[in-house]
């Protein structure tokens, strides 16, 4: 009895997990001019925009239960094409659940080294912490846990230092990654995870350690990632609440509160997904990440990693180019070819740009500030999201079986703009 209990409990929880997403659809959104690209992109009744359109790709979007029909309607009305990719976007998220857990059974009968990522999970937000402890504990000549301050509902602001200088050399520049500052975009983590294990654990390019210092942030979102593990799996902002009476709506956008163009291409409503808050900065996750682009001047490369959309995007946000444009360019192509030379074949080239030329102008984003905090090669990635072969877009939904490729792939890049930056280096001297 207590363990048909049990199973009922648990079955209903992972229901009533998913039952704010049920029959919300996912339209794939066929636009072919400026004014069908311009109507899509400034939609504001509850849409979640999974992917704004531009005129070489299609809008991606997911649509509650109760605007389905009208957002259909509204669309025929205006002759733009669509394709309803998924019906009801639970039975994908019940999909993700149900592949991740076939994984776990799979890796429950194996011995594994605890050091070593299991490439074909996400690792929730305690795992991602007792890992950072442990590595840091083994490895203790080359690897620092920093507590870089607490989220605002009091979670650490982890990351690793890694050196095997001890930070002390002064003529090593340093590069800074950092995850899952949107909650959602879980295939973010195992391309900094990734990036630790080969840097510490297992070292089969020597260079990036003698050459290089390390700091890497695998959740710069705590709350909000815990949040989408066990509240709301597409949930993108922090968690700040106290913004409206009763909280209605709750949460700030942190790539758009940086002090950088504040507040010039976002929102000021707090129900929206790229609400700004209340002032540049206001949110302790983005206060910590600002200390560490100004705690030493040796940070060269700073990428901040997002999904999806197969990108590379350097500022400024506002469409201005930058004085190192040029630089930030060539270096933006070297790591997307690294990528492309080593993708599968049904994944998409990568594509380097301004983010406002190539995606949309957005201001307050980690990235510019980390130009404006003089990180010469500051970037934004959207790692890919997974194809079924059928085409049908994963989004931010996790395939186990594409977590590893996706890590890997995502290193090559990173490996190749430290490459960029010690071969620059090198001719300046
Ligand atoms: C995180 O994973 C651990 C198992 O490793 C589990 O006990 C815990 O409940 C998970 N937390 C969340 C929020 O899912
Ligand atoms: C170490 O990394 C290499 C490639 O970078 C990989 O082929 C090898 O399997 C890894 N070793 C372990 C134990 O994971
Ligand atoms: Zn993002």
């Known amino acids: 009895m207590r363990w048909l209990l049990g199973i009922f409990v648990c ?3 992972v229901y009533a997990r998913h039952e704010q997403y049920d ?5 794939n959104v066929k636009v072919k001019d400026v004014e069908q690209i311009n109507y899509f992109n400034s939609l504001d009744y509850p849409l979640d925009i999974w992917m704004y359109a531009t005129q070489e790709r299609d809008g991606i979007v997911l649509v509650p239960k109760d605007y389905v029909q009208l957002f259909q309607d509204e669309l025929n009305s205006k002759g733009i094409e669509f394709v309803i990719e998924v019906e009801n976007i639970k039975d994908s998220l019940e999909l993700e659940d149900k592949l991740r857990a076939d994984k776990a059974r799979n890796r429950a009968m194996r011995s594994d080294n605890d050091l070593l990522v299991n490439f074909d999970d996400i690792y929730n937000l305690t795992e991602v912490n007792n890992y950072l ?5 083994a490895y203790p000549d080359v690897v620092t846990l920093v507590n870089g301050g607490k989220s605002f509902e ?3 602001m982890n990351y690793l230092k890694i050196s095997n200088s001890k930070f002390e050399d002064a003529s090593k520049p340093i590069i800074f990654i950092e995850s899952l500052l949107h909650a959602r975009e879980w295939v973010t983590l195992p391309a900094t995870l990734y990036a630790i294990e080969k840097l510490v654990v297992n070292v089969t390019d020597q260079y990036l350690i003698d050459d290089f210092d390390w700091i890497i942030m695998p959740v710069a979102n705590p709350d909000g990632y815990e949040f989408s593990h066990d509240g709301g799996r597409f949930w993108r902002k922090n968690r700040r609440n106290g913004l409206l009476p009763g909280d209605v709506c709750l949460g700030v956008d942190l790539n758009r509160n940086f002090d950088i ?5 976002s929102s000021n409503n707090v129900c929206s997904d790229i609400y700004h808050g209340t002032s540049a900065f206001s949110e302790p996750e983005t206060q910590v990440i600002r200390d560490i682009l100004h705690s030493d001047d040796r940070i060269e490369i700073f990428l901040d990693i997002h999904s999806f959309g197969n ?11 930058p004085e190192n444009a040029f630089a930030l360019h060539v270096a933006g192509i070297q790591m997307a070819t690294a990528i492309d030379e080593v993708k599968e074949d049904w994944n998409l080239n990568y594509r380097v740009g301004n983010s406002a030329l190539v995606l949309y102008p957005a201001s307050g984003t980690a990235m510019d500030y980390g130009l404006k905090a003089g990180v010469p090669l500051s970037y934004t990635y959207e790692l890919p999201a997974r194809r079924n072969s059928g085409s049908t877009i994963f989004g931010f939904l996790v395939d186990p079986d594409f977590i590893k490729p996706s890590a890997v792939q995502t290193w090559e890049g990173i490996k190749a703009g430290a490459i960029f930056l010690r071969n620059t280096r090198r001719n300046l001297a």
Do not use: H, N, P, T
Not at 23 to 27: D, I, Y
Not at 133 to 137: L, Q, Y
Not at 261 to 265: A, K, N, Q, T, V
């Open 23 to 27: 029959k919300s659809a996912l339209f």
């Open 11 to 13: 079955v209903s929880c």
């Open 311 to 321: 990108l590379i995007l350097y500022g400024w946000g506002s469409g201005d180019l």
């Open 154 to 156: 009091g979670r650490d």
């Open 133 to 137: 402890k442990k590595i840091a504990e």
């Open 261 to 265: 163009f504040y507040s010039l291409g």
